[in-house]
C-alpha cells in the first residue's frame, strides 16, 4: 500500500493516466466499429481529414481550448469525447484512492475501461465489441489471482452464471416477443438489420454478462446486473411517460456498464447490506 507521501503522487498519475486512456478509448471506439485500424492513420477531423495537431489533441483541455469545433474547418466536435476522457480520469482515479499503489488498480482500472468502451459503442452503433465481451471476460479470469479479486473459482462460476441467465432472458424474449407478434422497429441507420433487433437482448448483452461475472466476483456481479435491470427499468418507464414509442429498441449496454463500475466500487457493500437484511428480516 502507499506511505501517505507518494499518495497525492499516484493518485495524479492515476487521473492522468485515465484522460489519456479515455483518449485512446474514443479512437477505438470511433473507429473499431467501421472496420478502421486504431494506428494508421493518425487522428484527424472526421469532416475535413485535416490532422489534428499534438497541441490540440490533449484531452479535455484541447476540446474546450477549441470551442468544440476543429481548427480547420470550424465542424463541431461532439461532447462525447471530453466527456468520455474526463469520465475515465475521474473513475481511474477513484480505483487509485480504492487499491492504492497495487496490482489490483490495474484489475479495476482495465474494467472500468472495457465498461467505459462498452457505453459509447453501444449508444452510438448498437454494438458490444467482442474484445469487450469475451476478450474482458478472458482478462477477468485471468486477473482474477490477484490479491483483491474475487479468485478464479469465483470468477469462473460468476462469468458463467451471468452468462446463462441472460441468455435465459434472451431466450424467453424472443419466444415471448414472436408469441405476442410484436416487431421492434429498427434505429434509423440500422433497417437492414431490423431481425437483429427482435430479441429483447443482443448478444453483445449477453457475452457483456460474462465480462461484469469475471471481474466481479458472485456477489458484486448480482449487484451490478440488478443494478443495471433497475436503471434500464426507470428509463424505459421514463421513456413511456414522457409520450416514447415501446417498439423503439433502447441499448442495454449502457445500463450493464453503470450497474458494473457501481457494482465494482460499492457491490460487496451492496450484497453484504442485502445479506444481513435477509438475515434479520
Known amino acids: 500500500m502507499l506511505t501517505d507521501a507518494f499518495t497525492p503522487v499516484f493518485l495524479l498519475f492515476a487521473g492522468l493516466f485515465g484522460l489519456a486512456v479515455g483518449s485512446f478509448l474514443n479512437v477505438v471506439a470511433w473507429r473499431v466499429p467501421l472496420g478502421k485500424s486504431i494506428v494508421r492513420p493518425g487522428s484527424a477531423c472526421p469532416s475535413c481529414g485535416t490532422p489534428i495537431s499534438p497541441r490540440d489533441n490533449v484531452p479535455v483541455l484541447g476540446?474546450?481550448?477549441?470551442?468544440?469545433?476543429?481548427?480547420?474547418?470550424?465542424?463541431?466536435?461532439?461532447?462525447?469525447?471530453?466527456?468520455?476522457?474526463?469520465?475515465?480520469?475521474?473513475?481511474?482515479?477513484?480505483?487509485?484512492?480504492?487499491?492504492?499503489?497495487?496490482?489490483?488498480?490495474?484489475?479495476?482500472?482495465?474494467?472500468?475501461?472495457?465498461?467505459?468502451?462498452?457505453?459509447?459503442?453501444?449508444?452510438?452503433?448498437?454494438?458490444?465489441?467482442?474484445?469487450?465481451?469475451?476478450?474482458?471476460t478472458v482478462a477477468g479470469l485471468g486477473l482474477s489471482f490477484l490479491t483483491g479479486a474475487p479468485g478464479f473459482v469465483p470468477a469462473l462460476l460468476a462469468a458463467a452464471g451471468a452468462f446463462l441467465f441472460f441468455l435465459l432472458i434472451r431466450a424467453f424474449s424472443v419466444a415471448y416477443l414472436k408469441s405476442r407478434n410484436v416487431r421492434v422497429e429498427a434505429p434509423e441507420g440500422f433497417e437492414e438489420e431490423e431481425e437483429d433487433f427482435q430479441s429483447g437482448l443482443g448478444w453483445g448483452d449477453v457475452k457483456l454478462a460474462a465480462c461484469l461475472g469475471a471481474f466481479l466476483g458472485p456477489g458484486s456481479a448480482v449487484a451490478g446486473l440488478f443494478m443495471s435491470f433497475l436503471a434500464g427499468a426507470l428509463y424505459g418507464v421514463t421513456v413511456l411517460l414522457r409520450g416514447g414509442r415501446r417498439t423503439k429498441p433502447i441499448p442495454f449496454g449502457p445500463f450493464m456498464a453503470i450497474g458494473g463500475a457501481t457494482a465494482l466500487f460499492f457491490g460487496n457493500w451492496l450484497w453484504n447490506a442485502y445479506s444481513n437484511f435477509g438475515h434479520y428480516r
Request: with cysteine.
Open 63 to 136: 476540446w474546450i481550448i477549441l470551442r468544440g469545433r476543429c481548427r480547420s474547418c470550424r465542424a463541431p466536435i461532439s461532447v462525447l469525447y471530453p466527456v468520455v476522457e474526463l469520465s475515465t480520469g475521474l473513475l481511474f482515479l477513484a480505483a487509485g484512492l480504492r487499491t492504492g499503489m497495487s496490482p489490483l488498480f490495474f484489475h479495476h482500472a482495465l474494467f472500468l475501461s472495457l465498461m467505459v468502451l462498452a457505453l459509447r459503442t453501444d449508444l452510438e452503433h448498437f454494438l458490444i465489441l467482442d474484445s469487450v465481451s469475451i476478450g474482458g
